[in-house]
């Protein structure tokens, strides 16, 4: 017998349903125990779980079409990242509400319903992204949706302040891959996750191209998710966020807007390349070859940039009122490679020559 509202792919009578659920699990089962029990409760319109198991080695797919035998399983033949995983979930998917969420959470039973009707208030022009709190300490806050520096650095809104402090509905820079809806209407529109930008940005890249399509990213309240949140940031990691961030910029900005923002992300690489050598050889490394990945990449970077242009119906003086100038340092690292001093006197200057920018940008 399937929970009340969630649909299984097994009764081919039933009308379609309004919301399609997509989970990518990579040797996740542990957390998918917690995780599609809570999905079980969620109250609101007739809804699908999909479960990509993407070639997991850990028992995913027959453990949860045992246990949860109106789960939908997708098994992948080899390792997908998030984006292409998260793809094929779409393609997958019936809904005319598309969500994202992550295996590593449990969820409130107002989680879709809360996320479907922040939609339909904004005519389904928006990406609506869920309020999420720590799953150890449910009174904080991991991200009530995610500001964007203008240097593509991309950080949890509200990170450590308490969750009641996310009590309204807001525009936000991005949504938060770990939990959001996009209507089936505007990925049609705009297209899926961009597969060459993986790992990390994907949410972010995917939220700026639904600005500049016209459609808005908004957070639900009421929608709340509970996620086992941490922060590790190895060398690997560091190679592809510094990759991915000159990718996303190189592809949302005009050439005009890039060249006045050009002296202020020079500051920006200065201190990254200072962290970077701040934690050691490896991230040395590891800052050198995104540069080496982001020459190999220029031709889709130029495949981009058209498709941008044809969805284009905001100015990038729009784009820029967006972002923020300060740079999200304390949810990069845990360490303190900079002094407080310095670092304020930095994002002064960013945020001042952001103000100018913005005056010039007219575009």
Request: with cysteine.
């Amino acid at each position: 017998m399937n929970p009340v509202g969630i649909m299984s792919r097994s009764a081919p009578m039933e009308p379609p349903p309004v919301v399609s659920v997509i989970v990518v699990a990579t040797d996740e089962l542990h957390h998918l125990r917690e995780c599609l029990p809570s999905l079980a409760r969620i109250n609101g319109p007739p809804t699908e779980v999909i479960v990509v198991d993407n070639a997991s080695t850990d028992g995913t797919g027959v453990a949860v079409a045992t246990a949860f035998p109106w789960v939908h399983i997708v098994r992948t033949e080899q390792r997908l990242g998030y984006a292409p995983a998260n793809n094929l979930g779409f393609r997958k998917a019936r809904g005319s509400y598309l969500v994202v969420l992550n295996p590593d959470t449990r969820v409130h039973s107002n989680f879709v319903s809360a996320l479907v009707a922040e939609s339909v208030k904004h005519g389904d022009r928006a990406l609506v992204t869920s309020r999420i709190c720590l799953f150890d300490d449910p009174a904080t806050l991991n991200a009530c949706g995610n500001t964007v520096h203008f240097g593509l650095l991309a950080a949890c809104q509200g990170l450590g302040e308490p969750a009641e402090t996310c009590t309204e509905a807001s525009v936000v820079a991005a949504v938060s891959g770990c939990a959001f809806l996009v209507p089936r209407s505007i990925l049609r529109h705009i297209g899926p996750f961009d597969e060459s930008i993986y790992p990390y940005l994907e949410d972010t890249e995917l939220s700026l191209r639904a600005w500049i399509a016209g459609y808005t990213c908004v957070t639900a309240r009421n929608s709340i998710v509970y996620h086992k949140y941490s922060l590790r940031l190895t060398a690997k990691k560091f190679y592809y966020i510094e990759r991915n961030r000159w990718l996303v910029m190189l592809r949302c900005y005009r050439l005009r807007t890039f060249l006045v923002l050009l002296p202020a992300l020079a500051i920006v690489e200065v201190l990254s390349w200072a962290y970077a050598i701040s934690l050691g050889p490896r991230n040395i490394l590891a800052k050198a070859r995104s540069y080496i990945g982001i020459c190999r990449m220029i031709r889709d970077v130029a495949e981009a940039r058209k498709h941008m242009r044809s969805l284009r119906r905001i100015s990038d003086r729009a784009l820029l009122g967006k972002m923020i100038a300060s740079l999200p340092v304390n949810q990069l690292t845990t360490k303190r490679q900079f002094s407080r001093g310095l670092l304020r006197f930095v994002n002064e200057c960013l945020e001042c020559y952001l103000q100018v920018a913005h005056h010039v940008v007219r575009w």
